[in-house]
Protein backbone atom coordinates (compact mmCIF):
# COMPACT_ATOMS: atom_id res chain seq x y z
CA UNK A 1 0.00 0.00 0.00
CA UNK A 2 1.09 3.63 -0.96
CA UNK A 3 2.48 5.78 2.16
CA UNK A 4 3.51 9.83 2.47
CA UNK A 5 6.63 8.77 1.90
CA UNK A 6 6.42 7.19 -1.14
CA UNK A 7 8.10 8.89 -4.04
CA UNK A 8 5.10 10.25 -6.02
CA UNK A 9 3.71 7.74 -8.80
CA UNK A 10 4.05 8.82 -12.34
CA UNK A 11 1.06 9.21 -14.30
CA UNK A 12 2.43 9.63 -17.84
CA UNK A 13 0.18 10.42 -20.49
CA UNK A 14 -1.66 7.67 -22.60
CA UNK A 15 -0.93 8.39 -26.31
CA UNK A 16 -0.91 6.96 -29.67
CA UNK A 17 2.15 6.06 -30.00
CA UNK A 18 2.09 4.89 -26.11
CA UNK A 19 3.16 6.73 -22.57
CA UNK A 20 4.35 10.00 -22.81
CA UNK A 21 6.22 11.56 -20.22
CA UNK A 22 5.38 15.54 -20.62
CA UNK A 23 7.95 18.41 -20.04
CA UNK A 24 5.10 20.05 -18.11
CA UNK A 25 3.31 18.09 -15.28
CA UNK A 26 0.77 18.80 -12.22
CA UNK A 27 1.34 17.26 -8.68
CA UNK A 28 -1.48 15.15 -7.50
CA UNK A 29 -2.13 16.03 -4.01
CA UNK A 30 -3.89 14.23 -1.22
CA UNK A 31 -6.69 15.44 0.82
CA UNK A 32 -3.93 16.50 3.47
CA UNK A 33 -1.79 18.52 0.34
CA UNK A 34 0.69 15.73 0.31
CA UNK A 35 2.17 15.28 -3.42
CA UNK A 36 1.09 11.74 -4.51
CA UNK A 37 1.61 11.77 -7.90
CA UNK A 38 3.03 13.67 -10.62
CA UNK A 39 0.52 13.78 -13.93
CA UNK A 40 2.05 14.27 -17.23
CA UNK A 41 -0.08 17.53 -18.76
CA UNK A 42 0.18 17.66 -22.98
CA UNK A 43 0.17 20.31 -25.15
CA UNK A 44 -2.94 21.00 -27.46
CA UNK A 45 -0.58 19.84 -30.18
CA UNK A 46 0.02 16.39 -28.66
CA UNK A 47 -3.87 16.36 -28.27
CA UNK A 48 -4.19 17.01 -32.22
CA UNK A 49 -1.72 14.85 -33.41
CA UNK A 50 -3.33 11.99 -30.72
CA UNK A 51 -6.50 12.73 -31.98
CA UNK A 52 -5.74 12.48 -36.01
CA UNK A 53 -4.12 9.37 -35.05
CA UNK A 54 -7.04 7.83 -33.72
CA UNK A 55 -9.30 8.80 -36.75
CA UNK A 56 -6.62 7.20 -39.53
CA UNK A 57 -7.02 3.84 -37.19
CA UNK A 58 -9.60 1.01 -37.94
CA UNK A 59 -11.52 -0.93 -35.25
CA UNK A 60 -11.00 -4.50 -34.67
CA UNK A 61 -13.84 -6.52 -35.18
CA UNK A 62 -16.53 -6.56 -32.85
CA UNK A 63 -16.33 -9.60 -31.00
CA UNK A 64 -12.51 -8.90 -30.38
CA UNK A 65 -13.45 -5.81 -29.11
CA UNK A 66 -15.75 -7.42 -26.39
CA UNK A 67 -13.12 -10.31 -25.77
CA UNK A 68 -10.43 -7.61 -25.03
CA UNK A 69 -12.79 -5.70 -22.83
CA UNK A 70 -13.57 -8.68 -20.65
CA UNK A 71 -10.41 -9.15 -20.34
CA UNK A 72 -9.37 -5.65 -19.50
CA UNK A 73 -12.18 -5.86 -16.91
CA UNK A 74 -10.23 -8.83 -15.09
CA UNK A 75 -7.10 -6.96 -15.36
CA UNK A 76 -8.67 -4.04 -13.72
CA UNK A 77 -10.17 -5.57 -10.44
CA UNK A 78 -7.09 -7.66 -9.65
CA UNK A 79 -4.12 -7.06 -11.47
CA UNK A 80 -0.90 -5.27 -10.68
CA UNK A 81 -1.20 -2.33 -13.10
CA UNK A 82 0.97 0.66 -13.70
CA UNK A 83 3.09 -0.60 -10.21
CA UNK A 84 -0.53 -0.52 -8.35
CA UNK A 85 -1.85 -3.12 -6.55
CA UNK A 86 -5.62 -3.13 -6.85
CA UNK A 87 -5.41 -2.36 -3.38
CA UNK A 88 -2.53 0.26 -3.45
CA UNK A 89 -4.72 1.97 -6.06
CA UNK A 90 -7.85 1.81 -3.98
CA UNK A 91 -5.82 3.50 -1.23
CA UNK A 92 -4.48 6.87 -3.84
CA UNK A 93 -8.16 7.12 -5.39
CA UNK A 94 -9.35 7.31 -1.59
CA UNK A 95 -6.22 9.42 -0.23
CA UNK A 96 -6.36 11.74 -3.15
CA UNK A 97 -10.18 12.61 -3.57
CA UNK A 98 -11.29 12.12 -0.19
CA UNK A 99 -13.93 9.22 -0.98
CA UNK A 100 -14.36 6.34 1.82
CA UNK A 101 -11.88 3.50 0.86
CA UNK A 102 -14.60 0.85 1.10
CA UNK A 103 -16.74 2.99 -1.94
CA UNK A 104 -13.51 2.68 -3.55
CA UNK A 105 -13.21 -0.89 -3.30
CA UNK A 106 -16.82 -1.84 -4.47
CA UNK A 107 -16.50 0.75 -7.73
CA UNK A 108 -13.69 -1.71 -8.47
CA UNK A 109 -15.83 -4.09 -8.47
CA UNK A 110 -18.66 -3.14 -10.03
CA UNK A 111 -16.73 -1.33 -12.68
CA UNK A 112 -15.03 -5.19 -13.91
CA UNK A 113 -18.61 -6.29 -13.79
CA UNK A 114 -20.03 -4.16 -16.03
CA UNK A 115 -16.95 -4.02 -18.31
CA UNK A 116 -17.55 -8.14 -18.32
CA UNK A 117 -21.33 -7.33 -19.83
CA UNK A 118 -20.64 -4.39 -22.42
CA UNK A 119 -21.95 -6.86 -25.10
CA UNK A 120 -25.39 -7.03 -23.00
CA UNK A 121 -25.42 -3.34 -21.96
CA UNK A 122 -24.78 -1.84 -25.53
CA UNK A 123 -27.07 -4.31 -27.23
CA UNK A 124 -30.07 -2.78 -24.53
CA UNK A 125 -30.02 0.61 -26.39
CA UNK A 126 -30.38 -1.07 -29.93
CA UNK A 127 -33.39 -0.46 -31.31
CA UNK A 128 -35.85 -4.10 -31.40
CA UNK A 129 -36.04 -3.09 -35.49
CA UNK A 130 -32.68 -2.91 -35.74
CA UNK A 131 -29.33 -5.45 -36.31
CA UNK A 132 -25.91 -4.75 -35.83
CA UNK A 133 -24.30 -5.52 -38.81
CA UNK A 134 -25.71 -4.97 -42.98
CA UNK A 135 -24.04 -8.92 -43.60
CA UNK A 136 -27.81 -10.33 -41.67
CA UNK A 137 -29.67 -11.91 -43.73
CA UNK A 138 -32.61 -9.94 -42.80
CA UNK A 139 -31.25 -6.98 -44.90
CA UNK A 140 -32.10 -9.18 -48.13
CA UNK A 141 -35.09 -7.36 -47.74
CA UNK A 142 -34.76 -4.39 -46.06
CA UNK A 143 -33.61 -3.73 -42.41
CA UNK A 144 -32.43 -1.04 -40.09
CA UNK A 145 -29.18 -0.94 -39.03
CA UNK A 146 -27.40 0.04 -36.37
CA UNK A 147 -24.00 1.99 -37.33
CA UNK A 148 -21.97 4.74 -35.70
CA UNK A 149 -22.58 8.65 -35.71
CA UNK A 150 -18.76 8.98 -36.01
CA UNK A 151 -15.25 7.52 -35.26
CA UNK A 152 -13.87 9.23 -32.79
CA UNK A 153 -14.96 9.79 -29.26
CA UNK A 154 -13.84 12.00 -26.35
CA UNK A 155 -14.17 12.18 -22.69
CA UNK A 156 -13.90 14.55 -20.23
CA UNK A 157 -13.59 12.72 -17.07
CA UNK A 158 -15.23 13.13 -13.54
CA UNK A 159 -13.66 12.45 -10.19
CA UNK A 160 -16.48 12.79 -7.70
CA UNK A 161 -16.43 8.66 -7.54
CA UNK A 162 -14.62 6.08 -9.84
CA UNK A 163 -17.87 4.43 -10.81
CA UNK A 164 -18.52 6.82 -14.04
CA UNK A 165 -15.34 5.45 -15.43
CA UNK A 166 -17.98 2.34 -16.13
CA UNK A 167 -19.58 3.57 -18.90
CA UNK A 168 -17.45 5.17 -21.96
CA UNK A 169 -15.48 1.52 -22.41
CA UNK A 170 -19.33 1.02 -23.99
CA UNK A 171 -17.67 3.10 -26.97
CA UNK A 172 -15.03 0.77 -27.76
CA UNK A 173 -17.00 -1.83 -27.72
CA UNK A 174 -19.21 -0.39 -30.53
CA UNK A 175 -15.82 0.77 -32.38
CA UNK A 176 -14.76 4.39 -31.28
CA UNK A 177 -12.03 5.34 -30.79
CA UNK A 178 -11.85 6.98 -27.57
CA UNK A 179 -9.59 9.85 -25.95
CA UNK A 180 -10.26 10.26 -22.38
CA UNK A 181 -9.05 13.42 -20.42
CA UNK A 182 -9.06 12.55 -16.46
CA UNK A 183 -10.12 14.73 -13.80
CA UNK A 184 -7.16 16.13 -11.59
CA UNK A 185 -9.54 14.86 -8.38
CA UNK A 186 -9.17 10.96 -9.86
CA UNK A 187 -6.32 10.67 -12.58
CA UNK A 188 -5.72 7.01 -10.82
CA UNK A 189 -8.54 5.46 -12.14
CA UNK A 190 -8.96 6.41 -16.12
CA UNK A 191 -5.16 5.64 -16.17
CA UNK A 192 -5.77 2.17 -14.73
CA UNK A 193 -8.53 1.53 -16.86
CA UNK A 194 -6.71 2.71 -20.32
CA UNK A 195 -3.68 0.64 -19.19
CA UNK A 196 -6.07 -2.19 -18.67
CA UNK A 197 -7.22 -2.18 -22.48
CA UNK A 198 -3.69 -1.56 -24.05
CA UNK A 199 -2.68 -4.69 -21.70
CA UNK A 200 -5.89 -6.44 -22.47
CA UNK A 201 -4.87 -6.30 -26.32
CA UNK A 202 -6.17 -2.76 -27.89
CA UNK A 203 -3.83 -0.53 -29.85
CA UNK A 204 -2.67 2.70 -28.57
CA UNK A 205 -4.52 4.12 -31.29
CA UNK A 206 -7.68 2.41 -30.07
CA UNK A 207 -8.03 4.21 -26.90
CA UNK A 208 -5.78 6.95 -24.98
CA UNK A 209 -5.16 8.96 -21.89
CA UNK A 210 -4.55 13.03 -22.35
CA UNK A 211 -4.27 14.85 -19.27
CA UNK A 212 -4.65 18.82 -20.18
CA UNK A 213 -5.14 21.65 -18.23
CA UNK A 214 -8.35 23.64 -18.35
CA UNK A 215 -6.75 25.84 -21.70
CA UNK A 216 -6.15 22.66 -23.98
CA UNK A 217 -9.35 21.09 -22.71
CA UNK A 218 -11.64 21.79 -25.62
CA UNK A 219 -9.31 20.48 -28.12
CA UNK A 220 -10.37 17.26 -27.45
CA UNK A 221 -13.98 18.24 -28.31
CA UNK A 222 -12.72 19.94 -31.42
CA UNK A 223 -10.99 16.78 -32.82
CA UNK A 224 -13.63 14.35 -32.11
CA UNK A 225 -17.01 13.53 -33.71
CA UNK A 226 -19.12 13.27 -30.40
CA UNK A 227 -18.08 14.04 -26.56
CA UNK A 228 -19.38 13.23 -23.15
CA UNK A 229 -18.54 16.26 -20.90
CA UNK A 230 -18.99 15.99 -16.84
CA UNK A 231 -19.05 19.16 -15.19
CA UNK A 232 -21.09 21.71 -12.85
CA UNK A 233 -24.42 23.62 -14.23
CA UNK A 234 -21.83 25.75 -16.77
CA UNK A 235 -20.93 23.00 -18.73
CA UNK A 236 -24.57 21.94 -18.81
CA UNK A 237 -25.45 25.10 -20.47
CA UNK A 238 -22.15 25.58 -22.35
CA UNK A 239 -23.02 22.49 -24.68
CA UNK A 240 -26.86 22.45 -24.27
CA UNK A 241 -27.40 23.39 -28.02
CA UNK A 242 -24.55 21.15 -28.93
CA UNK A 243 -25.93 17.67 -30.93
CA UNK A 244 -22.06 16.62 -30.75
CA UNK A 245 -21.75 16.75 -26.78
CA UNK A 246 -23.49 15.02 -23.89
CA UNK A 247 -23.27 17.10 -21.33
CA UNK A 248 -23.24 15.64 -17.68
CA UNK A 249 -24.11 17.70 -14.49
CA UNK A 250 -25.62 17.95 -11.18
CA UNK A 251 -28.39 14.95 -10.41
CA UNK A 252 -30.70 16.83 -8.12
CA UNK A 253 -31.78 13.58 -7.49
CA UNK A 254 -35.00 13.46 -5.39
CA UNK A 255 -37.24 11.48 -3.30
CA UNK A 256 -41.27 12.43 -3.27
CA UNK A 257 -43.35 10.23 -0.32
CA UNK A 258 -47.36 11.27 -0.67
CA UNK A 259 -49.54 10.37 2.43
CA UNK A 260 -51.15 7.36 1.34
CA UNK A 261 -47.70 5.32 2.04
CA UNK A 262 -46.06 5.70 5.68
CA UNK A 263 -42.47 7.12 5.59
CA UNK A 264 -41.39 5.27 8.69
CA UNK A 265 -41.31 1.84 6.79
CA UNK A 266 -39.22 3.28 4.08
CA UNK A 267 -36.48 5.88 6.30
CA UNK A 268 -33.59 2.98 5.69
CA UNK A 269 -33.85 3.72 1.63
CA UNK A 270 -34.08 7.40 2.24
CA UNK A 271 -30.98 7.98 4.67
CA UNK A 272 -28.99 5.43 2.59
CA UNK A 273 -29.95 7.70 -0.49
CA UNK A 274 -28.82 10.35 0.70
CA UNK A 275 -25.59 8.97 2.66
CA UNK A 276 -24.75 5.95 0.82
CA UNK A 277 -21.52 6.29 -1.36
CA UNK A 278 -20.38 8.73 0.68
CA UNK A 279 -22.84 10.99 -0.73
CA UNK A 280 -20.54 12.28 -3.50
CA UNK A 281 -22.67 11.33 -6.20
CA UNK A 282 -25.69 12.58 -9.19
CA UNK A 283 -27.88 9.74 -7.82
CA UNK A 284 -27.63 10.82 -3.64
CA UNK A 285 -30.35 12.25 -2.85
CA UNK A 286 -30.52 16.01 -3.14
CA UNK A 287 -34.14 16.24 -1.93
CA UNK A 288 -36.90 15.16 -0.26
CA UNK A 289 -40.86 15.98 -0.82
CA UNK A 290 -43.17 15.10 1.93
CA UNK A 291 -46.89 15.09 1.68
CA UNK A 292 -48.19 16.49 5.35
CA UNK A 293 -45.54 17.42 7.95
CA UNK A 294 -41.90 17.26 6.87
CA UNK A 295 -40.79 18.01 10.78
CA UNK A 296 -41.38 14.21 11.75
CA UNK A 297 -39.41 12.74 8.66
CA UNK A 298 -36.30 15.46 9.22
CA UNK A 299 -36.36 14.66 13.10
CA UNK A 300 -35.75 11.09 12.13
CA UNK A 301 -33.46 11.95 9.25
CA UNK A 302 -31.31 14.20 11.46
CA UNK A 303 -31.24 11.56 14.05
CA UNK A 304 -29.53 8.91 11.72
CA UNK A 305 -27.34 10.71 9.79
CA UNK A 306 -26.20 12.51 13.17
CA UNK A 307 -24.67 9.77 13.87
CA UNK A 308 -22.07 9.90 11.65
CA UNK A 309 -18.24 11.08 12.08
CA UNK A 310 -15.50 11.39 10.37
CA UNK A 311 -12.27 9.47 9.87
CA UNK A 312 -9.57 9.57 7.24
CA UNK A 313 -10.79 8.04 3.85
CA UNK A 314 -8.34 5.34 3.45
CA UNK A 315 -9.85 3.70 7.10
CA UNK A 316 -12.60 0.91 6.25
CA UNK A 317 -14.73 2.17 8.57
CA UNK A 318 -14.72 6.11 6.99
CA UNK A 319 -18.56 6.87 5.19
CA UNK A 320 -18.18 10.07 4.85
CA UNK A 321 -16.10 12.23 2.17
CA UNK A 322 -13.24 14.29 3.08
CA UNK A 323 -11.39 17.66 1.50
CA UNK A 324 -8.42 19.46 1.92
CA UNK A 325 -9.56 21.67 5.29
CA UNK A 326 -9.93 24.79 3.66
CA UNK A 327 -11.88 23.52 0.57
CA UNK A 328 -14.47 21.73 3.34
CA UNK A 329 -14.86 25.29 4.80
CA UNK A 330 -15.61 27.24 1.78
CA UNK A 331 -18.28 24.50 1.34
CA UNK A 332 -19.47 24.57 4.79
CA UNK A 333 -19.44 28.21 4.32
CA UNK A 334 -21.67 28.09 0.87
CA UNK A 335 -23.94 25.92 2.72
CA UNK A 336 -24.63 28.59 5.56
CA UNK A 337 -25.49 31.16 3.15
CA UNK A 338 -27.64 29.03 1.53
CA UNK A 339 -29.39 27.91 4.20
CA UNK A 340 -30.83 31.23 5.18
CA UNK A 341 -34.30 31.48 5.76
CA UNK A 342 -34.62 27.48 6.23
CA UNK A 343 -34.78 25.41 9.24
CA UNK A 344 -31.96 23.42 10.09
CA UNK A 345 -32.31 20.25 11.75
CA UNK A 346 -28.78 19.07 11.54
CA UNK A 347 -25.61 21.47 10.39
CA UNK A 348 -26.68 24.61 11.32
CA UNK A 349 -23.48 24.70 13.43
CA UNK A 350 -21.34 23.99 10.60
CA UNK A 351 -20.49 20.77 9.15
CA UNK A 352 -16.68 20.65 9.35
CA UNK A 353 -14.85 17.99 11.35
CA UNK A 354 -11.34 18.59 11.25
CA UNK A 355 -9.06 15.35 10.76
CA UNK A 356 -5.77 16.89 12.16
CA UNK A 357 -3.46 16.70 9.09
CA UNK A 358 -4.77 19.48 7.14
CA UNK A 359 -7.96 17.56 5.92
CA UNK A 360 -11.89 17.81 7.41
CA UNK A 361 -14.57 15.07 6.64
CA UNK A 362 -17.99 17.04 4.97
CA UNK A 363 -20.69 15.66 8.28
CA UNK A 364 -24.32 15.60 6.98
CA UNK A 365 -26.87 18.34 6.84
CA UNK A 366 -30.44 18.61 7.32
CA UNK A 367 -32.69 21.43 6.49
CA UNK A 368 -36.31 22.09 6.14
CA UNK A 369 -37.69 23.95 3.39
CA UNK A 370 -41.18 26.42 3.96
CA UNK A 371 -42.30 25.59 0.19
CA UNK A 372 -41.91 22.63 -2.69
CA UNK A 373 -40.73 25.81 -4.54
CA UNK A 374 -38.20 26.91 -1.85
CA UNK A 375 -34.41 27.57 -4.31
CA UNK A 376 -32.52 25.47 -2.05
CA UNK A 377 -34.12 21.98 -3.22
CA UNK A 378 -32.27 22.65 -6.49
CA UNK A 379 -28.60 22.82 -4.49
CA UNK A 380 -26.52 19.61 -4.64
CA UNK A 381 -23.27 19.85 -2.49
CA UNK A 382 -20.78 16.86 -2.55
CA UNK A 383 -21.42 15.39 0.89
CA UNK A 384 -24.60 13.84 2.83
CA UNK A 385 -26.59 17.25 2.78
CA UNK A 386 -30.78 16.59 1.89
CA UNK A 387 -33.24 19.48 1.81
CA UNK A 388 -36.53 18.23 3.17
CA UNK A 389 -39.42 20.47 1.57
CA UNK A 390 -43.31 19.90 1.89
CA UNK A 391 -45.60 18.76 -1.14
CA UNK A 392 -48.97 18.61 -1.84
CA UNK A 393 -50.54 17.22 -5.01
CA UNK A 394 -51.80 20.78 -6.16
CA UNK A 395 -47.89 21.32 -6.39
CA UNK A 396 -47.89 18.30 -9.49
CA UNK A 397 -44.55 17.76 -10.70
CA UNK A 398 -43.45 21.04 -11.26
CA UNK A 399 -40.86 21.00 -8.05
CA UNK A 400 -39.62 17.57 -9.00
CA UNK A 401 -38.33 18.64 -11.99
CA UNK A 402 -34.75 18.42 -13.31
CA UNK A 403 -34.29 14.86 -11.68
CA UNK A 404 -31.46 12.65 -12.99
CA UNK A 405 -33.64 10.17 -10.35
CA UNK A 406 -36.46 10.49 -8.83
CA UNK A 407 -37.76 8.23 -6.02
CA UNK A 408 -41.74 8.00 -5.71
CA UNK A 409 -42.91 6.32 -2.66
CA UNK A 410 -46.52 6.43 -4.15
CA UNK A 411 -50.02 4.22 -4.93
CA UNK A 412 -50.83 6.64 -7.36
CA UNK A 413 -50.77 5.13 -10.41
CA UNK A 414 -51.74 8.62 -12.48
CA UNK A 415 -49.33 10.69 -10.41
CA UNK A 416 -46.56 7.82 -11.48
CA UNK A 417 -47.74 8.37 -15.05
CA UNK A 418 -47.86 11.96 -15.00
CA UNK A 419 -43.88 11.91 -13.54
CA UNK A 420 -42.53 9.54 -16.61
CA UNK A 421 -44.26 11.97 -18.77
CA UNK A 422 -42.27 14.62 -17.56
CA UNK A 423 -39.09 15.33 -20.01
CA UNK A 424 -37.30 16.37 -17.41
CA UNK A 425 -36.98 13.35 -15.04
CA UNK A 426 -34.50 11.12 -16.60
CA UNK A 427 -35.17 7.59 -14.31
CA UNK A 428 -38.34 6.66 -12.12
CA UNK A 429 -38.18 4.62 -9.22
CA UNK A 430 -41.59 3.26 -7.64
CA UNK A 431 -41.77 2.25 -4.25
CA UNK A 432 -38.67 1.38 -1.76
CA UNK A 433 -36.01 1.98 -3.34
CA UNK A 434 -32.84 3.89 -3.66
CA UNK A 435 -32.12 6.68 -6.21
CA UNK A 436 -28.18 5.33 -6.00
CA UNK A 437 -29.12 2.05 -7.60
CA UNK A 438 -27.68 1.32 -10.84
CA UNK A 439 -26.98 -1.53 -13.53
CA UNK A 440 -25.56 -2.07 -15.94
CA UNK A 441 -28.67 -2.99 -18.15
CA UNK A 442 -30.33 0.00 -16.95
CA UNK A 443 -29.93 3.53 -18.64
CA UNK A 444 -28.25 6.33 -16.63
CA UNK A 445 -29.18 9.15 -18.10
CA UNK A 446 -30.57 7.06 -21.60
CA UNK A 447 -28.50 4.64 -23.25
CA UNK A 448 -25.05 6.13 -23.80
CA UNK A 449 -25.85 4.04 -27.47
CA UNK A 450 -28.44 5.97 -28.41
CA UNK A 451 -25.92 9.01 -28.48
CA UNK A 452 -23.65 7.24 -30.07
CA UNK A 453 -25.65 5.12 -32.50
CA UNK A 454 -28.41 5.47 -35.28
CA UNK A 455 -30.48 3.63 -37.56
CA UNK A 456 -29.87 3.78 -41.01
CA UNK A 457 -32.19 1.57 -43.61
CA UNK A 458 -30.08 -1.19 -45.62
CA UNK A 459 -31.59 -3.30 -48.57
CA UNK A 460 -29.16 -5.09 -50.58
CA UNK A 461 -29.23 -7.67 -52.92
Known sequence: ???????????????????????????????????????????????????????????????????????AARLFATAT???????????????????????????????????????????????IGAVHDWRDPLTRTGSAVWA????????????????????????????YRVAVRPSRRDPFTPHRLVTALHTAGFGHDQVTLLPTDRDQADSLVRGADLSLVYGGDDVVRRF???????????????????????????????????????????????AVFVEGDPAPLCAALAERLGGLTGLPPEDDKAVLPVQPAS??????????????????WLGSDGIVEDLGDGSAALRPAVHQLEGPDAPQAEVELPFPCVWVAPWTPRAGVA??????????????ASLIDRLLAEPTIANVYVGDHRTHFMESRLPHDGYLGEFLMRSKSVIRD
Request: glycine share 10%.
Open 399 to 412: PLRGSLVLTAITRD
Open 327 to 344: AAQAIEAFLLRTARGTRP
Open 1 to 71: MASPSTEPIRLDALGAGGPYRAHRRMAVTDVAGRSTAELSLVPSLFVSHTMKALRRADPPPADERIGTIIR
Open 148 to 175: RRGEVFSVHAAGNHPGTHSLWPQALALG
Open 81 to 127: VSGLSAEAYAHMVSRVGGVPITVVRRALRTTAERLSQVHESVQQARP
Open 240 to 286: AGDPAVLPQGPGRSKILVTADVDWRAHLDTIVDSVAGHGGTGCVNTT
